[in-house]
């Protein structure tokens, strides 16, 4: 819900919508909920990749989406 409001509100890509996908993405990560995990983290992913400075967070979003592609897999 908060999600579709931010993403009403704000330019595409925002760092808070940005966050926002984060979150929820680690919030299924915790309950073992990879494939519900895996696109909140890949938007995220390719949201942060579009900003024109380099971000801290590409490293933990590109291994959470590895770990995830990898654990839906098995």
């Known amino acids: 819900k908060i ?3 931010e993403e009403r509100l704000l330019p595409k890509p925002h760092p808070r919508i940005l966050e926002t996908l984060t979150r929820l993405g680690i919030a299924h ?6 494939k519900q995990a895996l696109p909140y983290f890949q938007r995220a992913l390719d ?3 579009a900003m024109p400075q380099p971000q801290e967070k590409l490293p933990f979003l590109e291994r959470a989406v590895k770990a995830c ?3 839906i897999e098995k």
């Open 3 to 5: 999600l579709a409001e």
């Open 29 to 34: 990560l915790k309950q073992d909920r990879f």
């Open 47 to 49: 949201g942060f990749k």
């Open 69 to 71: 592609a990898l654990s």
